[in-house]
Nanobody, 124 residues
Framework: VQLQASGGGLVQPGGSLRLSCAAS????????TGWFRQAPGKEREFVAA????????YYGDSVKGRFTISRDRAKSTVYLQMMSLKPEDTAVYYC??????????????????WGQGTLVTVSS
């Protein structure tokens, strides 16, 4: 599985961005896709996750109500719509996939495949 993250950039506080994670290769339909982020000097943080099937979505506490994860199976792409962005959302955002069980979906070590990361900078 190869993952390509895109959509990052510079945005003012309160603004919006949509990140994309395009998957290619032999991805298992049961895989979980997660978004993580890592700010300078900080540990990688869980942001959101979803599966290719079903309707369940999961979010980290710091982004609940502001970020929305969605998927387009036909395009093998998972999106992260980010609204009401804050300076503390500044980070490199990574998408990841793997056969993740529910209790470990927030752990980066549970994911087998990673994209290259896309930088989001929230600043005036």
């Amino acid at each position: 599985v190869q993952l390509q993250a895109s959509g990052g950039g510079l945005v003012q506080p309160g603004g919006s961005l949509r990140l994309s994670c395009a998957a290619s290769g032999s991805a298992d339909i049961s895989y979980v896709t997660g978004w993580f982020r890592q700010a300078p000097g900080k540990e990688r943080e869980f942001v959101a996750a979803t599966r290719w099937t079903g309707t369940n979505t999961y979010y980290g506490d710091s982004v609940k109500g502001r970020f929305t994860i969605s998927r387009d199976r036909a395009k093998s792409t998972v999106y992260l719509q980010m609204m009401s962005l804050k300076p503390e959302d500044t980070a490199v955002y990574y998408c990841a996939q793997g056969g993740v069980i529910a209790s470990t979906r927030t752990y980066s070590s549970a994911y087998s495949y990673w994209g290259q990361g896309t930088l989001v900078t929230v600043s005036s």
